[in-house]
């Protein structure tokens, strides 16, 4: 898939729309989920033009990789969910339709604040039971 320029979180970058802004630096723009899962929902993406993880995998220079690995620790630690304070959270990314990606801009969800759970709740696992 090729890139939209036209997708919410390149209109974000660009300043177009509005967000809740966490961190931003020459890789990174972090910023709230406007829908939020968990008590901290954050959203951290690439500045790259990257539709998703693989596409960035194949594409990304080491130094835009190394920035998008460090800018998640960094919006962790402005959280206060990372384990050098002795919490935690979950990252997640979601590809293509399959995995469930609706925004066609590669981005990292981090869900903490609270225990976030284990991914296949119990009410799935009744689910897979009955
Ligand atoms: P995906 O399903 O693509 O992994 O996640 C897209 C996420 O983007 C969703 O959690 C959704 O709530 C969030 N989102 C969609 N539009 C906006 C927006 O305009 N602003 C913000 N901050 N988040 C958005």
Request: aromatic letters at 10%.
């Amino acid at each position: 898939m090729s890139y939209d320029d036209n997708n919410i979180f390149a209109k974000i970058l660009r300043g177009e729309i509005p967000c809740k802004k966490i961190y931003e630096d020459d890789f990174v723009l972090s910023f709230y989920d406007i829908n939020p899962q968990k008590k901290i929902h954050a959203l951290v993406i690439p500045k790259g033009k990257y539709v998703d993880l693989d596409d960035f995998s194949q594409k990304a220079s080491s130094e835009e990789m190394v920035g998008l690995l460090k800018g998640i620790n960094t919006v962790a630690k402005k959280l206060g969910i990372s384990v050098d304070v002795g919490k935690g959270y979950r990252a997640l990314v979601n590809i293509n339709e399959d995995g469930g990606q609706e925004v066609p801009h590669l981005h990292f969800h981090l869900f903490g604040g609270e225990k976030v759970g284990k991914m296949v709740s119990w009410i799935l696992k009744l689910k897979e039971i009955f």
